[in-house]
């Protein structure tokens, strides 16, 4: 049975899946076979496995800096939030339903035994695994029950490392008080604590890390400093989403939409030395941009509403109108089309027309689309460029009119194009370098700004030198030789006091 390590935060946001990432790195680099694991993430930005299946983007993230294809297993519970109090639920790669979150808080503990079975079959086959927490400990409100902190913690007996966020302040405070908020069993699980996002010189919280061992009663394990390493984001909390801003020559301004999903999609964009990728909540931000993204959306009716309610639509229109190419990504493309119908009431039941920008008609139904595929864009100055994605969507998109945005490899056309507007249900369209390659050329074209011919990076090739990047900064910080010690406790059998 495989060793484990369990990172727990004092707060959504303290780095924990960074922390995960780069410890799945090391142990790769160690030579160990490692896979992650989070047994419960709720998140908007998901992935679809070669088989299939749905699962967060983290622990993809988390997945290729151990050097393995994702798995389902590595996060058998998903909540993909739809509302402010309900989430669509998926168990192990497939939707279970739509659930509010009290009726998910009671239902939540017949989803142990499949957890467990995830977690003991990824452990048959490896030789660490490193899992997540979700949010915080001590969220004592919700500790009956707890299947994805402590309580998985004690499922499966894992130590823990307990990981605050300086960054944002009062990381003194919010480490004590998270140990302090803990059951004494509970306490006796922590092997350590982790400083994260340190900007400074670390000699001068010395005092500071003696009393909070003092007090915690757990020794601090490191100091890992902000690191600049391009990791994809989890979530709505992501610094990305707040960038208003850019100094590139091309501006690429994306909708920020109240339930955005799968931004990860323009993570090779914004790495590109040519294009400053923005994000805009509010029409007078708008500006004059040089290419408009609808980015995905888990609601496409209401992030639709919302932007006609908040005037974002019209600027949107108007600047297509005017010659402003625009991009929509599933629910972006979705929301470009004529009309969009819910008979079902999947989103927002009935029918609205849509932004008028594409000759599409979507309808919804509670059939998921989940499906991986390979295609070539087929059209206008984005031609040519091969495309490695996948659909995942609750609607049916007809083009009725038009040309489509690429032709899959079974021949299917899909998505559409109509002057210098595009539409595609692909994520992950950016991610061989090609069609980067290609919009950037021709957005830099349309400023007049020559360029020399570039060879395509592949995004996968630019993770694993930011996977490195990561697993370097957090090795030189962290007390490694600490961890694999207590590992190895925990793996002989260290569980009396518990």
């Known amino acids: 049975m495989a060793r484990c390590i369990m990172v727990q935060g004092t707060m959504s946001g303290a780095g924990k899946s960074l922390l995960v990432t780069a410890l799945c790195r090391i142990f790769r680099q160690d030579g160990w076979r490692v896979a992650p694991f989070k047994s419960q993430n709720m998140a908007l930005n998901s992935y679809i496995t070669k088989d299939g299946l749905e699962m967060g983007r983290a622990q993809v993230a988390q997945a290729e800096a151990a050097g393995r294809e994702p798995d389902v297993r590595m996060n058998p519970i998903l909540l993909k939030p739809s509302s402010d109090t309900g989430s669509q639920l998926i168990v192990n790669g497939e939707v279970r339903g739509q659930y509010s979150a009290s009726a998910y808080y009671k239902m939540k503990q017949t989803l142990v035994p ?130 208003a801003r850019t100094d590139r020559p091309v501006d690429v301004a994306v909708v920020r939409l109240p339930r955005i999903s799968n931004f990860t999609d323009f ?21 004059a941009p040089d290419l408009v993204v609808l980015p995905g959306t888990k609601n496409t009716m ?32 979705q929301m470009l089309g004529q009309s969009l119908e819910d008979p079902d009431g999947v989103e927002e039941g009935g029918a609205m027309a849509g932004m008028g920008l594409l000759p599409c008609e979507t309808r919804f139904s509670g059939q998921k689309v989940r499906t991986r595929v390979t295609a070539v864009t087929k059209t206008g100055p984005l031609a040519g460029a091969s495309l490695e994605g996948y659909e995942i969507h609750m609607g049916r998109t007809q083009r009725m009119d038009g040309q489509p945005f690429c032709r899959l490899e079974n021949g299917t056309e899909e998505g559409a194009v109509r002057e210098n507007v595009f539409g595609t249900y692909l994520h992950g369209l950016f991610d061989t370098g090609e069609l980067t390659e290609k919009l950037a050329g021709w957005l830099l074209e349309r400023k007049g ?40 406790a925990y793996a002989a059998g260290k569980d009396e006091q518990h």
């Open 302 to 333: 209401g992030d639709l509403a919302w932007m006609r309610q908040n005037g974002l639509e019209a600027a949107v229109k108007k600047l297509a109108a005017a010659g402003t190419p625009v991009l929509g990504v599933c629910g972006g493309f």
């Open 267 to 287: 993570s090779p964009l914004e790495s590109h030395p040519a294009l400053g990728v923005r994000y805009v909540e509010r029409a007078e931000d708008l500006g």
């Open 449 to 488: 700004i020559q360029v020399d011919a570039i060879r395509p990076q592949s995004h996968a090739d630019y993770k694993e030198e930011q996977y490195d990047l990561l697993a370097d900064a957090v090795r030189k910080a962290l007390d490694i030789p600490a961890v694999y010690r207590a590992m190895d």
């Open 114 to 243: 499949e957890v467990l079975q995830a977690y003991e079959s990824l452990a048959a086959e490896n030789d660490i695994l490193v899992i997540e927490g979700a949010g915080s400990p001590a969220e004592i409100n919700l500790r009956e029950g707890d299947l994805v902190n402590m309580g998985l913690a004690e499922l499966v007996n894992a130590p823990v490392v307990l990981v605050g966020d300086i960054d944002r302040g009062g990381v003194f405070a919010q480490l004590y008080g998270t140990v302090a908020l803990l059951s004494e069993r509970e306490q006796a699980r922590i092997v350590g604590t982790v400083i994260n996002k340190f900007r400074g010189d670390v000699e001068l919280l010395r005092p500071g890390l003696s009393v909070l061992e003092e007090k915690t009663g757990v020794p601090v394990l490191g100091v890992v400093p902000y690191t600049r390493a391009d990791i994809d984001d989890e979530d709505s909390l992501a610094p990305r989403l707040g960038r």
